[in-house]
């Protein structure tokens, strides 16, 4: 598949080597053309980078990995306004998190995710934000002997289903999230969880087996 990552920091990385390993053409972008160059020589061939725009229209899905507070100007600057990225399957990871106190700068208004589709017009799925990039550098990220499951939100079939194939190439198990409706509850719980990570609890723990979900008996 050819996918287009919008963005060249860590995100970018951890997820475009998973993919270039897997057989995939990853064109990148970013704000210094000499960092996004330094990526691509990293993922390896046939990885390449290119201009915002350029990674827009690269391929069959499209990764926004860039800083939250950045988003709408890096639309801006791929062309969403001209149409670059309508219909096209967009994988939204950003938190739009305000760091010092783990809120969301979205909140009372439109996830960022809904943002994204309402600038772009493209299809939106919200995946891989509830975790660390190390987590998705992982070969695979198992953890107990079980696979992560990656939750989606989106809206259209299509999308979520190539998104659900780039998440099983993770060896990671997709998991139907809802829809794009939903994504800010996908944004809030990372912030929830980081806020638990940083007071060094084990987020882990705080769900009971699915089994007790709707009571014990
Ligand atoms: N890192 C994680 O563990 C993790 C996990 C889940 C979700 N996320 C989310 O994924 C997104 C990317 O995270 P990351 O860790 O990959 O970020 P990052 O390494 O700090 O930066 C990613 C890209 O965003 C660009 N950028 C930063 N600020 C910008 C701005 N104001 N305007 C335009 N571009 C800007 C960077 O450009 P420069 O190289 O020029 O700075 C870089 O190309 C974020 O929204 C983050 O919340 C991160």
């Known amino acids: 598949m050819r996918i287009g990552i919008l963005g060249a920091g860590n995100m970018a990385d951890a997820l475009g080597t998973q993919w270039v390993r897997e057989g995939h053409e990853v064109l990148v972008s970013g704000r210094s053309p000499e960092r996004a160059a330094a990526l691509a020589a990293r993922l390896g061939s ?10 827009a229209e690269f ?5 926004l990995a860039v800083r939250a507070e950045g ?16 219909g096209r399957t967009l994988i939204d990871c950003t938190n739009p ?22 600038t772009s017009g493209a ?16 070969t695979p990220p198992v953890f107990d002997g079980r696979p992560l499951a990656v939750p989606l939100c989106g809206d259209d079939p299509g999308a979520l289903a190539t998104v659900r194939s780039l998440v099983t190439d993770l060896g990671c198990t997709p998991v139907d999230g809802g829809a794009l409706e939903r994504a800010g509850l996908l944004e809030a719980t ?10 060094g609890a084990d987020a882990q ?11 014990g008996s």
């Open 46 to 55: 046939p990885a390449r980078s290119g201009t915002w725009r350029e990674a």
């Open 59 to 63: 391929g069959e899905a499209v990764l």
């Open 71 to 86: 988003v709408a100007e890096v639309l801006r600057e791929a062309g969403a306004e001209a149409g670059s990225l309508r």
């Open 97 to 118: 998190i305000v760091q010092e106190r783990l809120t969301l700068f979205t909140e009372g208004g439109p996830s960022m995710a809904e943002r994204v589709a309402e």
């Open 123 to 138: 299809r939106v799925v919200k995946a891989f934000n509830a975790c660390h990039e190390d987590v998705w550098r992982m």
């Open 190 to 199: 990372a912030a929830f969880l980081i806020g638990l990570w940083f007071g």
């Open 205 to 215: 723990a705080i769900a009971p087996p699915l089994a007790w979900a709707t009571g």
